[in-house]
């Protein structure tokens, strides 16, 4: 039988530790999570989008391609 009275007491802040640092763990991947999630709705989930964008502040593509790119991805 298992003795409950005082032999592994001290088991019991290690424990609470633990606990508190695994709660942390799920809520702040919670947390993480929905900010990915936010994030990724504010750009309209689009990341061709902002290639595109990026490709054309770098000159790769032309003003005419970048907004035909637009256009056809904000249908």
Known sequence: ?????GSAGWLMPIGMLLM??????VIGFGV???SRWV???DSGGN???ALA???YARGEISKE???RIRRDLSW
């Open 39 to 41: 994030r990724g709705s």
């Open 53 to 55: 964008r990026e490709r």
């Open 47 to 49: 990341g061709a989008l």
């Open 1 to 5: 039988m298992w003795c409950w009275t």
């Open 20 to 25: 508190v640092v695994f709660w942390g763990a």
């Open 32 to 34: 993480w999570l929905l």
């Open 65 to 67: 391609e970048f907004e």
